[in-house]
């Protein structure tokens, strides 16, 4: 808790001539009001009364109070004079977001609008005793503002109200033509910056540039931060100092301020990276804390996505560095006509973009994919009907741009909400209902139309077509390591490499040649494999390389014959220091390789998944080729699984083989293959 301590009170020297007396008198805020002071006093005027008191800092006048309480020490000072009795004035001043030391200048406004002083106040902020830090962390707030002027003013006052002392306050107008401006000039030592209007994202790159703070907190203007925000924040990343961001939860207001009723914050327990892929556990943008330099790694909130620029930032950190949520509300989340997450087709559209650019990475395993799938529903429920709400509104009030607007985003991002536009009567409802069908029918099954699909929307379609919704598909490896993208099943990478990432294809060309490697990060370990001709058929070399920081090692092996067993080659080394070294080997029979190195092998890795509870096996039109290398394993599937699409009914896409019985009698795979040539 931050504390308030007044260092020296003095009056001026000499009593003007304008003056017949003054007093002053400082005291620090209750424990409630720790980062407050209160001043009172008496003035009185000689020839002109005294009608005002104003605080000064820095040449700014940051408070003022009329003069008219009840005084009775001048009253007793000043028996003959009448006004004297209501001499007293009283100021609250609150000391956040000023210097930790700072000096006031007290002056009596006459009733002529001279000015003349009358003492001198110095106070410094601290932290409560036994809890004194030498170099406590500054946490910087940025507000960006653009037409809610009238909020403004409650947005500064809960950051000036927080527990903890040591914060920077930027404003950034948006280009607002309100009185934002004349708003913040109300408060000493918040900064201003207006700037063109670049959206709230711009806005908010433009305070992070702006600001000083080792911890950034980003407030709307529209919403209040509770007086113990940063405090649980620092506290939180304290106990989890590993932290890229630490949040916690929010409280909906209405537009007065007055609460709403409350809803069950949402727990994260596990992954926080799934957790965010699969929803909104992150309320209100004011409940994060980021620490600065995760912006050096990420980069700044992009401007392309505002409206969910948030939650692509959320994505991007939370993917590669730690989070925490402390679990104490500290944020109150306006909902008014006003607010940006009313642009419901925008937020819609904007949001299903952010999470679909996570999925080159949520597809890297079963519970990443799961969570993807969770996440498209949760934002296609979450906006799909309110834009529906929307358009219907916009249709009574025949406004047909914005009702337009409405059907194309239904349209282009969850056009299952379509038929729900109808509305629900008996004849409607009917008619929603055949609209629904044809919908799904369009969205949901394969073309039969003359336009020739790319091969691998072809076997997506085949897929949705032949397996049941949520069922594990195995897909067999098309050539780069990467999976198809069902978006409505499970899908598992086959083969499943033994560790790391999947192989993926850094050169291709002739059979000799070099290329400058960029990328490598300190740390991480890359296995490199040469292999001859294309698809990875045979493999001839491979190397495992780590990089650390200065040291290097190297292998230049001597190329050798068939009938040789061994062979020469030379290896290098530096540590980059001079205090020695060690250099250890190890051997292994053969090398790992991504691939099978047989069909048994092949057998054993497809049962493994299959015990795991794989429904079906999915080979693309690039994998064919499997089935003629691995000829023991092309006749094992030929005896146990039936096939549920044959290359003659996919036009060539894929072949579907049904994993979740064995069959009832032996089944030939030469209808299934007999159309695939050789291996291209």
């Not at 003056?19 to 009001?33: D, E, I, K, Q, S």
């Not at 009329?66 to 001048?74: K, M």
């Not at 409940?287 to 330099?293: A, F, G, I, L």
Request: hydrophobic content about 40%.
């Amino acid at each position: 808790m931050a504390v308030v301590e007044i260092l020296d009170i003095s009056l001026t020297e000499t009593v003007s001539a304008r003056l017949r007396g003054r007093y002053l008198r400082a005291v620090p805020g209750t424990l409630n009001t720790a980062h407050t002071m209160e001043i009172t006093g008496w003035v009185l005027g000689r020839e002109c009364s005294a009608v005002a008191v104003e605080l000064v800092n820095n040449c700014n006048v940051c408070r003022r109070a009329p003069v008219n309480i009840h005084s009775p020490d001048a009253a007793a000072i000043y028996p003959g004079v009448t006004e004297a009795a209501y001499s007293g004035f009283s100021l609250n001043i609150s000391l956040l977001g000023l210097t930790p030391e700072v000096e006031f200048l007290v002056q009596a406004v006459l009733k002529d609008q001279n000015r003349v002083p009358i003492g001198m106040i110095r106070a410094r902020r601290r932290w409560r005793d036994g809890e004194d830090d030498p170099n406590p962390p500054l946490v910087s707030v940025v507000i960006p503002c653009y037409g809610q002027a009238h909020f403004l003013h409650e947005a500064i006052e809960s950051v000036l109200a927080q527990s903890y002392p040591h914060l920077e306050l930027v404003v950034v107008d948006d280009g607002s033509s309100d009185n934002t401006a004349a708003i913040t000039a109300t408060y000493p030592g918040v900064r201003y910056i207006r700037q063109k209007n670049a959206g709230l994202s711009g806005a908010r790159n433009t305070g992070l540039r702006h600001s000083l703070g080792k911890y950034l907190v980003f407030l709307d203007a529209d919403d209040r931060l509770l007086p113990n925000a940063f405090e649980a924040g620092l506290q939180c990343f304290a106990g989890h100092p590993e932290s890229a961001f630490v949040y916690g939860h929010s409280r909906f207001v209405m537009f007065d301020g007055s609460p709403m009723p409350a809803r069950q914050p949402i727990q994260v327990e596990g992954d926080y990276y799934l957790a965010l892929l699969r929803g909104a556990p992150i309320m209100a943008p004011a409940s994060v804390m980021y620490r600065r330099e995760i912006f050096e790694f990420v980069g700044e909130f992009d401007t392309s996505l505002s409206p969910a620029a948030d939650y692509a930032l959320y994505y991007r950190v939370a993917r590669q560095f730690p989070i925490r949520c402390h679990e104490q509300t500290i944020v109150e989340y306006r909902r008014h006509d006003a607010n940006m997450t009313r642009g419901f087709e925008r937020m819609l559209k904007y949001n299903l973009v952010a999470l679909r650019a996570q999925w080159r990475y949520a597809k890297r395993s079963a519970a990443g994919r799961e969570a993807y799938q969770v996440g498209i529903k949760f934002w296609i429920h979450a906006h799909g009907r309110l834009v529906v709400k929307a358009v219907r509104a916009s249709i009574g009030a025949k406004q047909w741009k914005q009702a337009i607007q409405g059907v194309w985003a239904l349209l282009r991002f969850c056009p299952s909400h379509l038929p729900l536009i109808l509305g629900d009567k008996p004849l409607l409802r009917k008619i929603r209902e055949y609209v629904k069908g044809a919908v799904d029918k369009t969205y949901l099954k394969p073309s039969r139309g003359e336009v020739a699909l790319p091969v691998a929307e072809q076997t997506r379609q085949a897929a949705f077509a032949k397996i049941p919704p949520q069922s594990k598909v195995i897909v067999v490896d098309k050539g780069d390591g990467d999976v198809l993208g069902l978006n409505n099943l499970q899908e598992w990478h086959f083969p499943t490499p033994k560790e790391g990432s999947p192989e993926r294809l850094f050169v291709a060309g002739s059979s000799k040649g070099s290329r400058e490697i960029t990328w490598m990060k300190i740390g991480c370990t890359y296995d490199f494999r040469l292999y001859s001709g294309r698809g990875r058929r045979k493999l001839l070399a491979a190397v495992k390389v780590m990089r650390t920081e200065d040291a290097q090692l190297a292998v230049d092996v001597e190329p050798v014959s068939v009938a040789d067993t061994g062979g020469t080659g030379t290896i290098r080394w530096d540590t980059g220091s001079e205090s020695g070294s060690e250099l250890y080997v190890s051997t292994s029979p053969r090398f790992t390789g991504y691939y099978p190195t047989d069909s048994d092998d092949a057998v054993e890795r497809l049962e493994a998944l299959r015990a795991k509870g794989a429904d079906f096996l999915l080979f693309p039109r690039t994998a064919f080729w499997w089935l003629d290398h691995y000829p023991k394993f092309k006749a094992y599937l030929e005896k146990r699984y039936r096939v549920t699409a044959d290359a003659n009914s996919t036009n060539d896409a894929c072949i579907i083989f049904d994993l979740r019985k064995a069959p009832t009698k032996d089944q030939s795979l030469t209808e299934g293959v007999k159309a695939i040539g050789k291996p291209t």
